[in-house]
């Protein structure tokens, strides 16, 4: 069966500094995955999503950036930190049909 | 382009039912529907592929109108446990990507 392995749980970072957040899947090939980003009591916002290895397409403009080094590790970094960078990151992979997410990062800058 | 839900919350009482609609401004290929423990990932519950379709889900279904792009969520006889908040998910054809509705807190009161 399929797994999805994110981590770190909880992260707490200052301003300027940088992030790197890791994502991968188990049981599977040529997922499609994604990240997404939750701030506290509002909706997921789409920040980066991948088809294939190196492939990466961004959705909003911003200090983070994605890279997919390996075709089930999909990774999420920043050179340095906002106080906006704060919120609930979450990688999600889909063969095709539902979408499964990881369990999620809860990054607090400070 | 985010779909919009409502309402934004609502409050049951066990055993009542609820309906959650969704509405694109964008025509439609599929939409997906998930719920959200409080500081949990979502979790996937059904996908709807054709116009008019009606899946379930224990005692949650929902139906596709593709031609109103509107989606709704019915749920039936609330547990306890179906408390959290419900976000549909719109898949705009070959995108792949799956963009957020606004979402809608449920919370089931014994």
């Known amino acids: 069966s399929q797994t999805i392995h994110q981590w770190p749980a909880t992260l707490v970072q200052p301003v300027g500094s940088p992030l790197s957040l890791e994502c991968t899947v188990e049981g599977t090939s040529n997922p499609n995955l994604y990240w997404y980003r939750q701030a506290a009591g509002r909706g997921l916002q789409l920040l980066f999503y991948s088809v294939g290895i190196g492939q990466i397409s961004s959705e909003v403009p911003q200090n983070l950036s994605a890279s997919r080094p390996q075709d089930r590790q999909f990774i999420l970094s920043s050179k340095k930190l906002l106080l906006s960078d704060s919120g609930f990151y979450l990688c999600?992979?889909?063969?095709?049909?539902?979408?499964?997410f990881g369990s999620g990062t809860r990054l607090t800058v400070v | 382009q985010q779909p919009v839900q409502s309402p934004q919350a609502v409050i049951l009482r066990e055993g009542e039912d609820a309906v959650i609609n969704c509405s694109s401004s964008k025509a439609l290929y599929s939409v997906h529907w998930y719920r959200q423990k409080h500081g949990e990932a979502p979790v996937f519950l059904m996908i709807l592929l054709k116009g008019g379709e009606q899946k379930g889900h224990e005692k949650i279904s929902a139906s596709f109108n593709e031609k109103k792009q509107q989606s709704s969520l019915y749920l039936t006889a609330s547990q306890l446990s179906y408390s959290g908040t419900y976000f549909c998910g719109t898949w705009a054809g070959a995108t792949n990507k799956l963009i957020f509705g606004t979402g809608t807190l449920l919370a089931v009161q014994p």
């Open positions: 999600a992979w889909t063969g095709g049909y539902g979408y499964t």
